[in-house]
């Protein structure tokens, strides 16, 4: 039971941190999530003293609102990688470099994102606004793994998806708590268990769904033909996709309709946080958002595109297997400012938001980008299921039940975050070591893929 | 652990959201929450129209026939039971006569836990409980024990697989949805420390599949598939024993030394519930009651032949395939009365039950009704094992750990039945698809099984 009981609240209010404190209400009366607050504290306060010696008012306006977007974040400084990538498609660089350029621009770009929604919600209101973070959070993830998919890298989107969850379960929330323990180290460390324990049910249930089509590849034996089990799994797959999109749908329901409380419930002494306490007013109107919302996501197409296409020159030239590029580095940097707010968050013994964070952007992932992919491939005609094969699907069982039992009750020390993070460190190892030809495994349940990249989306940029 | 003394006062105000168990009336006479559940299908029958019959003796034989045919709901489905009898003698489609089993089934099963309270009534509460804790899943042991005088193994195992998911996943996830929905603005609670104790078992069982699958993994080329059997029969046999060891001491923990973590309940609960205040006396006599439960074995035993005799038939024409059928439509109808139970108890927010129904039924087949075929087979000289091969096993192993994830914190929300539920459609989807010859995959463990069950796949 997680104890919250009403004798803590006013404790709080004599100023000892150490209750289970969430976002302030007012946060959330505008639809922002864990997963948002947790970028704010990357941003900063732009200083708009130059800006407004500027003579002419449409400029002003317009030089403001550029600021506001561009300079709002510690991460600026990410953006020039952007254009360099870009150029360097044009002057013929070599593939490597754009891959590591384009990961690069990626990074400011996500956070923009997630400011940008943040924007929107506060002219959509809080249940609208609840909707569009649900759906944009990990923008980046999605967006990449389409593109892969319209360049039937089918495994390379499993990849980067599972990373991704990966990632967030241990790598972000293991350094987390590793350092939120050793910063509060003399201090209780306490969280709500309520909102995790859905995360988690929600996550085991996506796991049976990954579970069940790999099984199906060893019940087979040598008189059922490899094309009847792809097509079982391949059923299986969509039918368990649709199925967890309603389980999602329906987490959005409990989450900001049925049971806010839960997710809500937050004490007032967050007024007293000197970070968060901005004044909540939009920054930026709602079609120059939205315009630039439009605008950051074609960036990130483009920039997705490239790292798609190059994914496997950087893979030869830097000696590492496709498989540890999709699941460790690009995961680490499509969550780099989630990673970062989650850990600041901690430091401040509010691990309520680093948990929604880490645990809101798995369930997304799991519940929502993972079986859209498997749709969205459906719509276009390729053949990709849920079966992630054995040691990537063992990896995200153990992932998924050391979390859930690290979190079961309620408190937290740098003990959990260290065994989580060692765990990734171990992950990480193995797809390293990995060095099983990578169209091996895929070959099964791949079937109908074309011999080549015959889709190319872009430009001449598949040169090899 | 939320069982702390204040809600009761709250729940003497009148609002129902203490935690709410039967009220030890019920337990005295061996009642455990399996049959609470059952209860809430009965109905009193009318007396009146029989009180004017003249003879004494027919007025008592009609009397006690209304209670017994008559005191549920589910009587309707009684008129399956001649139909399928009929249906056999004059051959009928043999699909027919599977669907008309089945149906008839339902209302046996109901009754049957009916008659063994009336005789717990006689017997006192330990007996009681303990006829209880046999004859609670009677058509699951019946139907299993003919499976396998048949030599059909494999429809013995996913039967009883089935059963246990469905008690874990259906049952239990459609009654914390519907109990969610209804008390949405209240708070549900329930005691950890009951439904701690089964997934224990549960985990133990899970384990004694889970071995002899493994041995057949980590087997390599040069050891021959006979001696993997031999090894899997014997630690399968011997794992059996332990299961039943287990068992018993449960039921000694559950009926003697722990019984308060069982009856632990308020009084004031069911005086103000109109549903379970019927007065608790016995309705039938002991002699009368007794002869009643090996009537309905016999016609459960009757049923449950057709049942498995039919099997193939129905499953060819109707496009299904027999794991799905076994795993699936079985169960259903097997746990069609607990099922309507434990979901009328969430609603009225009584989750103890509930949970004491679905998780009871789901130990009470892992450790006593799985265990019990296998001996039974032994003796009988058929080769089962416990390696229920790896879907069937993985979906077994997800569903008791979810589920033992979801009851973790003694509350609940409708989310949790949500997940539950769709899980258990998840497990159904892959079975439906699963067009796997169904000889290969339990071809390893079963070995004795006859050919004719080969060309049961129509797709």
């Known amino acids: 039971m997680a104890g919250i009981v009403p004798e803590q609240w006013s404790a709080a209010e004599n100023g000892n941190a150490n209750v289970t404190s969430k976002g302030s209400s007012r946060e959330l009366r505008h639809g922002r999530t864990a997963h948002n607050m947790s970028s704010s504290s990357l941003r900063k306060k732009s200083d708009l003293r130059v800006i407004q010696k500027v003579p002419y008012k449409g400029l002003k306006d317009f030089l403001t609102n550029l600021q506001e977007v561009i300079l709002g974040t510690k991460l600026a400084i990410l953006f020039p990688a952007i254009p360099v990538a870009i150029i360097g498609t044009y002057c013929g660089f070599s593939q490597p ?28 209101g809080p249940t609208l606004g609840g909707l569009l973070n649900a759906t944009c959070g990990n923008a980046t993830e999605l967006i990449i793994a389409i593109l892969a998919l319209t360049n039937n890298k089918v495994a390379v989107v499993k990849y980067s998806l599972l990373g991704s969850i990966l990632s967030n379960l241990l790598l972000v929330l293991g350094t987390s708590l590793l350092c939120g323990g050793i910063a509060n180290i003399r201090r209780e460390q306490r969280f709500d268990r309520k909102q995790a324990d859905v995360n988690f049910f929600l996550l085991l249930m996506g796991l049976l769904c990954h579970l069940l089509p790999l099984l199906f590849g060893y019940v087979g034996n040598k008189e059922t033909s490899d094309a009847l089990i792809s097509s079982m799994q391949l059923n299986l797959s969509r039918a368990s996709s649709i199925v967890m999109l309603i389980g999602y749908i329906a987490y959005l329901v409990f989450q900001l309709w049925t049971h806010r409380q839960l997710f809500d419930a937050q004490d007032q002494e967050d007024a007293y946080d000197d970070n968060v306490e901005d004044e909540e007013t939009p920054v930026i109107s709602f079609w120059s958002g939205f315009a630039w919302l439009v605008g950051m996501t074609l960036v990130i197409a483009l920039l997705s595109e490239y790292v798609v296409a190059t994914i496997e020159d950087a893979s030869d030239s830097w000696g590492l297997s496709v ?17 970062a707010g989650a850990i600041i968050f901690a430091f401040k013994n509010k691990l309520d938001i680093s948990l929604g964070v880490a645990l809101g952007s798995a369930t997304q992932i799991g519940l929502f980008v993972v079986p859209l992919t498997i749709i969205v491939a459906w719509i276009i005609g390729i053949d990709m299921d849920l079966n992630f094969n054995l040691l990537e699907t063992g990896s995200l069982a153990l992932s998924i039940i050391i979390t859930a039992f690290t979190l079961q009750d309620g408190t937290s020390h740098y003990m959990k975050g260290l065994v989580l993070l060692l765990c990734y460190f171990i992950i990480a190892i193995c797809f390293f070591v990995d060095k099983i030809p990578q169209k091996q495994p895929n070959a099964i349940h791949m079937g109908i893929q074309p011999m080549n990249n015959i889709i190319t989306w872009g430009r001449g940029v598949f040169s090899s």
Do not use: M
């Open 97 to 124: 470099w754009i891959f590591g350029l384009s990961l690069l621009g990626l990074t400011p770009l996500a956070e923009r994102v997630s400011f940008l929604t943040e924007q929107l919600a506060f002219y959509t």
């Open 323 to 339: 498989s540890f590029i999709s699941i460790i580095l690009l995961p680490i940097v499509g969550n780099a400012a989630e990673h």
